[in-house]
């Protein structure tokens, strides 16, 4: 499986922005994927994250009110739709999957095989 994450960019803060992950290689019928970002000098950090199949959807604390996960199955991707973006968003976001459907421990990065490359978004205020 083969993850490509695109949509990051510089915007201004209180913008908006819109991150897909394609996925090749399989096409998913059940699984979950999810997003994670790592800022400059700091840990990598769940975001959310959705159950392929019931299309059940988690999110950190932080973001839920802001950010939303979404997924289109017959494009095999999954969507970060990121508004009112803070300078404190400026990250690396990466995407991730695995063929197991998590409905708890999705938000531990050890749980997912698969990663793509990340795409930067920086938030200017």
């Known amino acids: 499986v083969q993850l490509q994450a695109s949509g990051g960019g510089l915007v201004q803060a209180g913008g908006s922005l819109r991150l897909s992950c394609a996925a090749s290689?399989?096409?998913?019928?059940?699984?979950?994927m999810a997003w994670f970002r790592q800022a400059p000098g700091k840990e990598r950090y769940f975001l959310a994250a959705?159950?392929?199949?019931?299309?059940?959807?988690y999110y950190a604390d932080s973001v839920k009110d802001r950010f939303t996960i979404a997924r289109d199955s017959a494009k095999n991707t999954v969507y970060l739709f990121m508004n009112s973006l803070k300078p404190e968003d400026t990250a690396v976001y990466y995407c991730a999957a695995d063929t197991t459907t998590y409905y708890s421990n999705n938000m531990n990065e050890g749980a997912y095989r698969y990663w793509g490359q990340g795409t930067l978004v920086t938030v200017s205020s």
């Open positions: 959705i159950t392929w199949r019931s299309v059940r959807t």
């Open positions: 290689g399989r096409t998913f019928s059940s699984g979950t």
